[in-house]
């Protein structure tokens, strides 16, 4: 039975979907104007792994990441580079995609756009003026009324009185309150706009999520997830937005304890960290996915996410991704000095496979999981059971890893640095021959060559061969 940990109760819970058979996850996307960062890998990867376990457990579920195509940043860029907003924003989410499936993340069932649904964003204002949890200003934006809801701050565990005590002095003299954030933004004068009962404007960054989650989903579904950045307050006030519009579909129990959210299970993975400073464009402290996989190969890159709970922080270091690089090795060099057998995998099928489902089932526990994969490399060391290489490689196919040819994945570097796979190949070919007419110097100098390049030779019956590393 899989349990997770639920942001909004600060525990773990059995999951039990709304709808057993039709189980809906919404997950918060990129803001696609620059290239994404290693942060936005994790949140990619992190929950490409929970999608795949789901439907590993049997749950028909729709998985929906949105694209946020409009924003301050966005429009910033956009002029900075001269270019249109539908120029900058293809491009990137032409390269966010290259760069996931590079990360054998498998694509949503739905990649909705902010652009695509303004008219679901003006209707959901419309309703929540309507209900009184929001009101238009002088200016022409309109706001929601923070403390018309009740329940504002239950997320995050942020208290309005802690929030308007920590306010700076309000420099918009338009809201009734400084806690009040903005669903509909007046035009400005060269920005783009869309028309609404409020005048021209464009929606803000919040509105979004609430309004595609609800035409795709409805007013209520099972599992929201994000960084955790996002927590507060991006995710606490699309609580407040859809709460506020549908009350109807908000009021859940978990354990006896009533909660007011239109989502039952609130998931966010943690952050990756450079000098335990979190990694953000805003800091200036990030490595893009694509500047990485110039040193390290892309499945080395996903290993070393997944090897952490998705909760936990994760520091980024090249040491770290050297010694992800060496330990996923390991399982692949099991693979190819044992070719798998087929596999029929079920949870009892072995010890392993028992130990693997309880791990994953205990709220996504991927560190534990890569452990029975490491116990199952050495059992297969030893014994050379092609039985336990296919349980390998299918267990570590529903995490999205060891489906390369082994001897693929060894020999690929992943660096720009080094020597190439011709010049590698080029000084066996030379070795071969100072063997064959006894140059026992020159073949002890070329074997020398590439261990300084960690290029490993291996001579048998089959010929030679080679791995780095």
């Not at 021209?200 to 409805?218: K, Q, V, Y």
């Not at 299970?265 to 953000?280: A, C, P, Q, T």
Request: aromatic share 10%.
């Amino acid at each position: 039975m899989l349990h997770l940990y639920n942001t909004l109760t600060r525990q773990k819970e059995k999951f039990e979907p709304l709808d057993p058979k039709n189980v809906r996850m919404y997950v918060c996307g990129m803001t696609v104007y620059d290239y994404c960062h290693l942060g936005h890998a994790r949140v990619l990867v992190v929950f490409d792994m929970i999608a795949r376990w789901l439907r590993q457990q049997g749950y028909p579920l729709t998985y929906v990441r949105n694209i946020t195509d409009i924003d301050d940043k966005i429009i910033a860029r956009a002029n900075e580079n001269g270019e249109t907003i539908q120029q900058l924003t293809a491009r990137f989410i032409q390269a966010m995609n290259e760069d996931s499936d590079a990360l054998g993340v498998l694509r949503p069932d739905v990649e909705p756009k902010a652009t695509e649904h303004i008219a679901q964003m003006i209707e959901m204002i419309e309703q929540l003026i309507a209900n009184g949890k929001a009101y238009a200003a002088e200016n022409g934006d309109v706001y929601y009324a923070v403390r018309e809801f009740a329940a504002y701050g239950q997320l995050s565990g942020k208290s309005l009185d802690d929030l308007r005590a920590g306010e700076r002095v309000e420099v918009d003299g338009y809201k009734r309150d400084p806690l009040d954030f903005v669903l509909w933004k007046a035009a400005k004068p060269e920005e783009p706009h869309w028309a609404s009962p409020w005048g021209n404007g464009r929606p803000g960054w919040h509105i979004e999520c609430s309004a595609m989650g609800d035409t795709l989903f409805g007013q209520t579904f099972d599992i929201h997830g994000g960084g955790a950045d996002l927590q507060f307050p991006h995710h606490e006030n699309e609580i407040a937005q859809s709460c506020g519009a549908h009350n109807s579909g908000c009021n859940h129990v978990h354990e006896s304890k009533p909660i007011q959210s239109h989502v039952k299970y609130w998931l966010h993975n943690g952050f990756i960290r450079v000098d335990n400073e979190k990694m953000s464009k805003s800091l200036g402290n990030f490595f893009t996915i694509r500047d990485v996989l110039k040193k390290y190969p892309a499945e080395v890159v996903r290993f070393f996410i997944l090897r952490a709970h998705y909760r936990s922080p994760l520091n980024y270091s090249d040491a770290h991704l050297d010694d992800a690089k060496n330990s996923l090795a390991r399982l692949y060099n099991a693979l190819q000095n044992t070719p798998p057998a087929e596999f029929a995998l079920s949870e009892n099928a072995n010890d392993y496979t028992r130990r693997f489902f309880a791990a994953m089932n205990d709220d996504f526990g991927t560190a534990e999981a890569m452990a029975v994969l490491f116990e199952i490399a050495n059992e297969i060391n030893k014994n050379q059971s092609a039985e336990l290489s296919g349980c390998l490689k299918t267990l570590g196919g529903v995490l999205g890893l060891l489906q390369q040819n082994p001897q693929t994945f060894l020999q690929t570097g992943g660096s720009e640095e080094g020597l190439s796979a011709d010049e590698i190949n080029d000084l066996i070919a030379q070795r071969k021959i100072a063997r064959e007419t006894k140059n026992w110097a020159e073949s002890d100098r070329i074997r020398d060559i590439l261990a300084e390049h960690k290029i490993t030779v291996r001579d048998g019956a089959d010929g030679t061969t080679w791995t780095r590393g």
